[in-house]
């Protein structure tokens, strides 16, 4: 099977834009969740999708917002974005386990 | 408040010998346990994980040990190979709350010097 493959794996914007960033989980996965990875508060959890219905989201403002399609593909996106939002993004997919696998992810700098 | 902790940011270990990545834990309520490593620039994989019903689980050179009375688990890599340099995460799960969310450990970079 394929792996969880997300797009792009790198971008860079400046600030006040928005960006969209995507993911295909593994096949038959219907659970996406989204993390953010910088230096200094590590992997934090951003939020969950299961058929198409956000089912958790953490601690983040709602500049952070996403979405899940009938065919599992999630989408997340940020809008104004701000300098403190660089940061690798990782999807990670999960087929009903308590597993969860994760994509190379995208790494957004925002200047 | 940081739940899942890994106290020590940086191990360094001959090759051969075995790499011990701790990680303690202070909410009760996680019941499953996971331990990814990952290479910079690249998302973690996943490498073995633990339900809070077992004290150990072994995989190949992966053995994880969970100790619940102490909220620690550990990840002992016998033995160690230049390839296992990376940085080792510990994640934690509440995993019969109907949702997917994986709490990390700020990570441990291990170094297998050969």
């Known amino acids: 099977k394929a792996g969880v493959t997300q797009t792009p794996r790198y971008l860079i914007k400046t600030r006040g834009q928005q960006v969209t960033l995507s993911c295909s989980p593994i096949?038959?996965?219907?659970?996406v969740s989204w993390y953010q990875q910088t230096p200094g508060q590590g992997l934090q959890f951003l939020f969950e999708?299961?058929?198409?219905?956000?089912?958790n989201k953490g601690n983040f403002p709602g500049r952070f917002s996403g979405r899940q399609f009938s065919n599992s593909r999630s989408e997340m996106n940020v809008s104004t974005l701000e300098l403190g939002d660089s940061a690798l993004y990782l999807c990670?997919?999960?087929?009903?386990?308590?597993?969860?696998?994760f994509g190379p992810g995208t790494r957004l700098t925002v200047l | 408040d940081q739940q899942v902790k890994q106290n020590s940011p940086s191990l360094s270990v001959q090759e051969g010998r075995i790499s011990i990545l701790n990680c303690d834990y202070t909410?009760?309520?996680?019941?499953?346990f996971l331990w990814y490593k990952k290479y910079p620039a690249e998302g973690p994989t996943f490498l073995i994980s633990?339900?809070?019903?077992?004290d150990k689980n072994e995989d190949g050179r992966f053995t994880v040990f969970l100790n619940k009375s102490a909220k620690h688990l550990s990840l002992h890599i016998v033995p160690s190979q230049p390839g296992d340099s990376a940085v080792y995460f510990c994640a934690a799960l509440l995993s019969g709350a109907g949702s997917y969310q994986l709490t990390f450990g700020k990570g441990t970079k291990l170094s297998v010097i050969p």
């Open positions: 990670a997919s999960s087929f009903n386990t308590d597993t969860q696998y």
């Open positions: 999708y299961f058929s198409e219905t956000q089912r």
């Open positions: 909410n009760s309520m996680f019941d499953y």
């Open positions: 633990i339900s809070s019903i077992k």
């Open positions: 096949s038959g996965h219907r659970s």
